[in-house]
């Protein structure tokens, strides 16, 4: 019986309803005090943000979060296809390294958390994993246009080692190259 994600067999293919039942195995082991100081973290992570910004950032971050950690619970969906082994590794890989380096014990709640949210939201669900009409700086935000997420960052992102980018469906949004 798989209890993480971490335990699944990467050597072989694996499917998005095996991978859903791991993340509701390890959802389920997360409660709503962990969810509280995950939020705490989201909102003193952004004190530095511009103000206007940050209350619209924070609000839909976190509105977003508990509402898909929520969907992740009660998915009861059968989903067709299999996952990118290579990939997911790589995604765990990146986020573990996150964990390791984390010094602060909200940020490892909030870590903990993410680490589901996202890898439902990029492997099961094949969506952003920043969620529809989140600001960026310059009041730019995610957005749904003809089938496709458009994000305004994504090019400035993919470099950056401990973003998820480089994994997200996103695409750049034309509208914001340099």
């Given at each position: 019986?798989?209890?993480?994600?971490?335990?699944?067999?990467?050597?072989?293919?694996?499917s998005?309803n095996e991978?859903?039942?791991?993340l509701?195995?390890?959802?389920?082991?997360i409660?709503?005090?962990?969810?509280?100081?995950?939020?705490?973290?989201?909102?003193?992570?952004?004190?530095?943000?511009?103000?206007?910004?940050?209350?619209?950032?924070?609000?839909?971050?976190?509105?977003?979060f508990i509402?898909?950690?929520?969907?992740?619970r009660?998915?009861k969906?059968?989903?067709?296809?299999?996952?990118?082994?290579k990939?997911?590794?790589?995604?765990?890989?990146?986020?573990?390294?996150?964990m390791?380096e984390?010094?602060?014990?909200?940020e490892l709640y909030?870590?903990?958390?993410?680490?589901i949210?996202?890898?439902?939201?990029?492997?099961?669900?094949?969506?952003?994993?920043?969620?529809?009409g989140t600001?960026?700086p310059?009041?730019?935000k995610?957005?749904?246009k003809?089938g496709e997420?458009l994000?305004?960052?994504k090019?400035?992102?993919?470099?950056?080692?401990?973003?998820?980018?480089?994994f997200?469906v996103?695409k750049?949004d034309?509208d914001?190259h340099?």
């Amino acid at each position: 019986m798989i209890d993480k994600i971490e335990e699944l067999d990467f050597s072989r293919e694996i499917s998005k309803n095996e991978l859903l039942e791991a993340l509701k195995k390890e959802a389920s082991k997360i409660h709503m005090h962990d969810i509280m100081l995950a939020s705490a973290f989201i909102q003193e992570d952004a004190k530095y943000m511009q103000a206007g910004y940050r209350e619209d950032f924070v609000e839909t971050f976190i509105k977003a979060f508990i509402n898909r950690f929520k969907d992740i619970r009660e998915d009861k969906t059968r989903y067709e296809g299999y996952v990118d082994t290579k990939k997911l590794r790589e995604f765990i890989k990146v986020l573990e390294t996150q964990m390791e380096e984390s010094k602060i014990k909200q940020e490892l709640y909030f870590l903990r958390l993410a680490k589901i949210v996202s890898i439902y939201t990029t492997f099961i669900l094949e969506a952003s994993i920043h969620p529809v009409g989140t600001s960026f700086p310059g009041g730019f935000k995610l957005k749904f246009k003809n089938g496709e997420y458009l994000c305004p960052v994504k090019d400035k992102q993919l470099n950056t080692p401990g973003a998820l980018c480089r994994f997200c469906v996103s695409k750049q949004d034309p509208d914001f190259h340099d």
